[in-house]
């Protein structure tokens, strides 16, 4: 059975960070391109961070480049997510996402692109 478990959320101040895990279980995360989501109250879901199968390429939404770096250690069969200087616009439910992509060293932020999901962690950047 192929499972996704984020893990890492919680409530921190602003300019605070966390760092978010995707943990594979089922299957090797190996062949397989990761998508960081996130979905607030009352928005759609929105693709924060990819990153390829290799880790060669990443991809990043333009409200969180420079404060988000998104990795994998495919030996831990973990994708990570470190989010510094956080602010309250970041609030939401934060998911991964794994899927086979055609082009090897390719990643993409679209939602339909990915199969496999995980049940999310929910992050609040709060005073």
């Known amino acids: 059975q192929l499972q996704l478990v984020e893990s890492g959320g919680g409530l921190v101040q602003p300019g605070g960070s966390l760092r978010l895990s995707c943990a594979a279980s089922g299957f090797t995360l190996d062949y397989y391109a990761i998508g960081w989501f996130r979905q607030a109250p009352g928005e759609e879901r929105e693709g924060v961070s990819c990153?390829?199968?290799?880790?060669?390429?990443?991809a990043y939404l333009d409200s969180v480049k420079g404060r988000f770096t998104i990795s994998r250690d495919n030996a831990k069969n973990t994708v990570s997510l470190q989010m510094n200087s956080l602010k309250p616009e970041d609030t939401a439910v934060y998911y991964c996402?794994?899927?086979?992509?055609?082009?090897?060293?390719?990643?993409?932020?679209?939602?339909?692109?990915?199969?496999?999901w995980g049940q999310g962690t929910q992050v609040t950047v709060s005073s």
């Open positions: 996402a794994a899927d086979v992509m055609p082009v090897q060293n390719m990643c993409t932020k679209r939602a339909r692109a990915y199969t496999y």
């Open positions: 990153i390829s199968r290799s880790g060669g390429s990443t």
